[in-house]
């Protein structure tokens, strides 16, 4: 008889966080989400087995069984080391977790929106992964070093335009990018930019995070309410073109503190007062200047939204903007 496999663990914290009543805060509050979710680590082991006896389907309890709390337990410390950090060995690390969650909730009924959201996190550990098993070639003693320039390469991005290049268009894409990069370019801003949706969303209007976020662009309440969204019934961050309005809005406005559509990518990820007061810790100007500084997550968001706007819409990082 086939050895059943330990139901994903990642999974289960997810669904309960996505399920319960405790609303985690923001990306730029991440190490402390993860700090809760190791806190709380006792009581959801209990929800996440009464979750799996009560909501998975025989297929999954006919290949799967329950994790031990020995597993829970070593798994919830290795979760929060990966997001409270900046290690990319660490987000890394998580990678045949991630995959293996994602399978089995694909197999969920009803889980659909919080599987394309997890499709995206998924995606960045498993290029953290990449890039950390990816060895750099040494640099040649005495090679010369490129003087300073206006434009500084995203760490990373080449790694990810070879990562995204030849992917499939999202199937919502030729129905939605018409109208929403019009609102952008309304709003005055890059209509390229609006591909950031596919790395937050996987183009899902109703996609949703277990912190709760929800959207194409994954509004967290306290930002979507600040952006003139409703998060009642109607939830307008589900609206495509409301929350685009809103999103653009917000992403110029971080264009107009930060100055670089790098560091708005990271103040969308890790928060503006995280990017913040790590550009005034190091004095520094640029996203590349900071980047070890900052959540992997965040590390790897950056230069994934940049890949996607060169794949998608053909423009490079360094011409965003630019006629």
Not at 17 to 37: C, D, F, Y
Not at 96 to 105: C, E, K, N, T, V
Not at 174 to 181: G, N, S, V, Y
Not at 193 to 203: D, G
Request: proline fraction near 10%; charge should be positive; aromatic fraction near 8%.
């Amino acid at each position: 008889m086939k050895a059943r496999r330990a139901f994903p663990v990642l999974l289960l914290t997810l669904t309960v966080a996505a399920g319960g009543s405790r609303t985690l805060s923001a990306a730029e509050s991440a190490p402390a989400g993860a700090a809760a979710l190791a806190q709380e680590s006792e009581e959801m082991f209990r929800l996440g087995r009464l979750l799996f006896e009560q909501l998975a389907p025989a297929e999954v309890k006919a290949q799967y069984d329950f994790p031990t709390k020995e597993r829970w337990d070593a798994f919830v410390a290795k979760f929060q080391r990966a997001m409270a950090g900046n290690s990319l060995e660490e987000l890394g690390s998580l990678a045949a977790d991630g995959r293996s969650a994602l399978s089995a909730l694909r197999m969920v009924p009803g889980y659909q929106d919080l599987a394309d959201w997890l499709e995206q996190r998924i995606d960045e550990i498993e290029g953290a992964n990449q890039i950390v098993q990816r060895k750099p070639p040494p640099k040649p003693p005495g090679a010369p070093v490129p003087p300073p320039s206006e434009y500084q390469p995203v760490p990373h991005y080449h790694d990810w335009l070879t990562r995204v290049r030849g992917r499939p268009l999202p199937t919502r894409a030729p129905a939605l990018m018409p109208k929403l990069r019009a609102i952008f370019a309304a709003e005055g801003v890059p209509p390229e930019i609006v591909w950031l949706a596919e790395a937050e969303s996987s183009l899902n209007p109703a996609a949703r995070s277990p912190v709760g976020a929800k959207g194409l662009f994954q509004f967290m309440p306290e930002t979507a309410k600040a952006m003139g969204l409703s998060t009642v019934l109607p939830d307008e961050r589900t609206d495509p073109e409301k929350s685009a309005r809103a999103a653009a809005r917000y992403l110029r406005a971080l264009h107009g503190k930060f100055g670089n559509w790098a560091l708005v990518f990271a103040a969308y990820n890790a928060g503006e007062g995280r990017v913040g007061r790590t550009l005034a810790a190091r004095k520094a100007k640029s996203f590349t200047a900071i980047a070890d500084a900052l959540p992997a997550e965040t590390r790897m968001y950056v230069p994934k939204v940049c890949a996607l706007i060169a794949v998608r819409a053909g423009v490079p990082p360094e011409r965003i903007g630019r006629k």
